[in-house]
T-cell receptor, first 114, second 112 residues
Framework: DAGVTQSPTHLIKTRGQQVTLRCSPISGHKSVSWYQQVLGQGPQFIFQYYEKEERGRGNFPDRFSARQFPNYSSELNVNALLLGDSALYLC?????????????FGPGTRLTVL | DQQVKQNSPSLSVQEGRISILNCDYT??????FLWYKKYPAEGPTFLIS?????DKNEDGRFTVFLNKSAKHLSLHIVPSQPGDSAVYFC???????????FGTGTSLTVIP
């Protein structure tokens, strides 16, 4: 079975632009979470979606938004990019929404904002 | 506000010896803990977990110990192998929540 897939692998944008990152969960998984990992730090929780509904949101500005589609894939959108948004964006899927479930991570999308 | 802390950014160990990675947390509501391993250019991979009803969980060469009174957990790898060289993240969650809080990671190097 395929694991969690993310696209694109790498992305370079300039300040003020908008970006959309995509994630496909493991087949059968209904929960998708997004994390931001800045260099030298651990992943920080951005959003969780379960059954197409937002179930959790981390301490990120409204420039960050996400959605989940009927096939459980998900998109993360970031508007008005800042230099500080440069990071590895990780998507994780799990079967249930509660954090007791092991989350399976994708390889991430490396976003560079110039 | 870093609720999960890994105070050792790096650790070097000889092959065959024990590796001990440490993690501290501040939130007393955390009751489920995991360790993830991360290689460069890959996403974190689940390694081992422990719930707060236990103080020890073993899986092959990997053992996680939980000291709830000290809000401390540790990962023991015995014996350490060169393929264990990676960044290890500790993560925690609470029953009331649905997100994990990660530490900043410890880079383990196992020297052949």
């Amino acid at each position: 079975d395929a694991g969690v897939t993310q696209s694109p692998t790498h992305l370079i944008k300039t300040r003020g632009q908008q970006v959309t990152l995509r994630c496909s969960p493991i087949s059968g998984h209904k929960s998708v979470s997004w994390y931001q990992q800045v260099l030298g730090q651990g992943p920080q929780f951005i959003f969780q979606y379960y059954e197409k509904e937002e179930r959790g949101r981390g301490n990120f500005p409204d420039r960050f938004s996400a959605r989940q589609f009927p096939n459980y894939s998900s998109e993360l959108n970031v508007n008005a990019l800042l230099l500080g948004d440069s990071a590895l964006y990780l998507c994780a899927s799990s079967f249930y929404s509660k954090a007791y479930n092991e989350q399976f991570f994708g390889p991430g999308t490396r976003l560079t904002v110039l | 506000d870093q609720q999960v802390k890994q105070n050792s950014p790096s650790l070097s160990v000889q092959e065959g010896r024990i590796s001990i990675l440490n993690c501290d947390y501040t939130n007393s509501m955390f009751d489920y803990f995991l360790w993830y391993k991360k290689y460069p250019a890959e996403g974190p991979t689940f390694l081992i977990s422990i719930s707060s009803i236990k103080d020890k969980n073993e899986d092959g060469r990997f053992t996680v110990f939980l000291n709830k009174s000290a809000k401390h957990l540790s990962l023991h790898i015995v014996p350490s192998q060169p393929g264990d060289s990676a960044v290890y993240f500790c993560a925690a969650s609470a029953n009331t929540g649905n997100q994990f809080y990660f530490g900043t990671g410890t880079s383990l190097t196992v020297i052949p």
